[in-house]
């Protein structure tokens, strides 16, 4: 028998995930956690980092490396209310780099917290009815859903199911409450986990709800998606999606970014149940030897889609009905003001690779905060890294308006569509795992592709491009029309022919090519587009097209 890898051994001998978590954030010797705990802090929603630009002038200087926790919350839906964003925002400045960032599954995200202020920011955030367990690790996280609060009261149906089942799914350990809220001890942390167990997932879990036509959530790209199904704006029920995931290594095929599989559907009622046993038969079934091989889409490829939905059915006693049909017309937002089914109004604001911070001219810190002070309904985190003021009355959208000049920000309506539906991961400086720059190359390779588009006459194009800096897909790259994943400083791989409504995975068609490369290949891709497009035909299905020996 293989050997568990050393992650089991530590959540096994963690008591459920308290480890040594106290008397780490005791020491003052480092600024870093021991060892296991680095493991098992995840799972209450922080990793340890260290500042990369800084690396090699502390290693000279024999320094330890300037360590530092990025703090993730559980948001699902991505909602949060303007006194919880006017709370985020101080403690952002308070103990985080002054900024606060949204991240591709709709959670904000604090970068820069040093270990002794770790647990004075988790409790505030708490603080705020929001908290951070289960945002990271072995386990289910942030349930996403789409954001849209514009079509029908579906949406507010999905949202409502997405909050229930990131509750569902929660670890029962009341190790968080001790370690980050003073809560009482449970001697020798013996609570049961119903759900999870000793030894929790083999690996990270995501779920995601969907409400066609909008698949922003790129339902296809999580562990277990349900997709909305609608009948006279009435959410009836869900399509249900397993397998999806993107993490990738480069060089290793036994690794791939895997499209979820629809096994069939259900009544809302049932929800939770199948949840629950798509749960526990990846908790049972999973790899727990080899953690590149312990996503739930691996277990589903080794035993075979069809035993995995008859195992689900048996646990969860629900029998699948057939797959409903469901179309999606796109996976991006929509910029601006758009009025809702029951009048209210909601503002879509492109955030830069979802970095909220007050940069030059541009203020959006500043001008988020003064809208908070203003602002009677509610904030919405897209899966696109972008920020809806949603309920807004008719009579208050001037003052945002207002607010937003007086910052030098603005919705993006004006932008290109490359960039607005561009995403780009956080990679340097705070990614251990990046192999090249993303959100801070972002929009230099924009501007640079935008002035191609511009050449082709193709800027009104609605061009999906994403960007990585490693392969592990934090961006979601592997479904964009042009997808770049880095490789080495400055070095990608070029994916192109996904779709813009997140049903195709794109496909390797450059390795390891520099900027100037990447140019020359798009601008020989954007001068065949002009020339040689079908009529309405997307760039990501001419790409695909073209080369057919990708499909
Ligand atoms: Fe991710 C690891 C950032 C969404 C796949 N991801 C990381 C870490 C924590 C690096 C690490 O392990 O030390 C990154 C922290 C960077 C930093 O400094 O903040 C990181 N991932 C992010 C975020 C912030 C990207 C962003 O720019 O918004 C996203 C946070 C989401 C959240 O709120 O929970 C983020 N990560 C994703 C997604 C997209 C999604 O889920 O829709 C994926 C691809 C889908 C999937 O999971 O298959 C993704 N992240 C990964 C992986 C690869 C997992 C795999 O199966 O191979 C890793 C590495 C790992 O787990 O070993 C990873
Ligand atoms: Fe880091 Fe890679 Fe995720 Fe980017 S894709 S945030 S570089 S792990």
Redesign the pocket.
């Known amino acids: 028998m293989t050997a568990l890898s050393p992650v089991e051994h530590i959540k096994q001998r963690s008591r459920h995930l308290r480890g040594s978590i106290v008397d780490s954030l005791a020491n003052r010797v480092t600024g870093a956690l021991a060892d296991d705990d680095t493991q098992l802090i ?1 799972f209450h929603g922080s ?1 340890q ?1 260290d500042d990369r630009d800084q690396r090699e002038e502390r290693r000279l200087a024999k320094l330890e490396p300037a360590y530092s926790f ?1 703090i ?2 559980r948001t699902p839906g991505g909602v949060c209310t303007p006194a919880q964003w006017l709370a985020l925002d101080a403690i952002a400045q308070t103990y985080g780099n002054g900024s606060l ?7 904000f ?1 604090f ?1 820069g917290v040093i270990k002794r202020e770790l647990k004075a920011t988790i409790a505030a955030i708490n603080r705020t009815l929001m908290d951070t367990i289960a ?2 690790g072995d386990v289910n ?2 349930v ?1 859903a789409s954001a849209n609060p514009v079509e029908s009261r579906a949406h507010q149906v999905a949202y409502d199911w997405a909050v229930r089942l990131s509750e569902h799914l929660l670890p029962k350990t009341r190790a968080y409450a001790e370690i980050w809220l003073d809560g009482e001890l449970v001697a020798g942390g013996e609570e049961a986990e119903p759900i999870y167990g000793a030894t929790y997932l083999p ?2 879990f ?1 779920a ?1 709800i969907a409400v066609p036509p909008i698949n922003d ?2 339902v296809y ?3 277990l998606g349900f997709i909305a199904i609608i009948e006279n704006g009435e959410l009836v029920g869900f399509n249900v999606s397993v397998g ?6 480069h060089g290793d095929p036994a ?1 791939y ?1 895997r499209r979820g599989s629809v096994i069939g559907s259900i009544v809302p009622e049932q929800l939770l149940r199948v949840a629950e046993a798509v749960v526990t038969t990846q908790r049972d079934w999973g790899n727990r030897e080899n ?2 091989q312990s ?1 739930l ?1 691996y277990t589903i490829d080794r035993v075979g889609l069809e035993v995995f939905k008859r195992e689900v059915e048996s646990r969860s006693a629900v029998v699948l009905g057939p797959e409903r049909p469901v179309v999606f017309t796109q996976s991006g937002d929509r910029f601006g003001w758009i009025v809702g089914h029951d009048g209210r109004w909601h503002l879509n604001l492109r955030i830069e ?2 970095r909220i911070a007050d940069t030059g001219d541009k203020r959006w810190a500043s001008a988020l905060r003064a809208i908070a002070q203003v602002h009677q309904g509610d904030f919405r985190i897209t ?1 696109n ?1 972008n920020l809806i003021v949603a309920n807004v009355p008719n009579a208050a959208r001037a003052q945002i308006d207002a607010i937003l000049a007086a910052h030098g920000v603005h919705d993006g309506s004006g932008a290109t569509p490359l960039r607005q539906r561009a ?5 340097l400086p ?5 192999m090249a720059e ?2 801070r190359y972002l929009p230099e390779l924009l501007s640079k592709i935008e002035t191609l588009l511009g050449k082709h006459a193709l800027s009104a194009e609605p061009i999906g491009l994403r960007i990585t800096g490693c392969p ?5 790259p592997y479904l964009a029309e042009i997808g770049l994943v880095g490789k080495a400083p400055g070095r990608y791989n070029l994916h192109l022919g996904g779709d813009l409504i997140g049903e195709r995975l794109n496909v390797l068609a450059h390795e390891n090519i520099d900027e100037t490369q990447i140019l020359s290949v798009l601008d020989g891709w954007f001068a065949r587009y002009t020339a040689e497009r079908g009529p309405s035909e997307p760039f990501g299905d001419f790409t695909r097209r073209v080369n057919k020996e990708w499909l």
């Open positions: 995840k990793y980092q990025m993730r919350t960032r949204l991240t591709t599954r709709q959670a995200q970068h945002a990271c996280r942030n996403m690996r990270k995501k995601a959530v790129d790209a999580h562990d999806g995931g993107l993490g990738a290594t690794t970014p953690r590149k996503r889409k690779a979802g899966p890294q995403l780009a991961c956080v990679a705070t990614c251990p795992l990046a993303a959100e592990n897909g934090c961006a979601r």
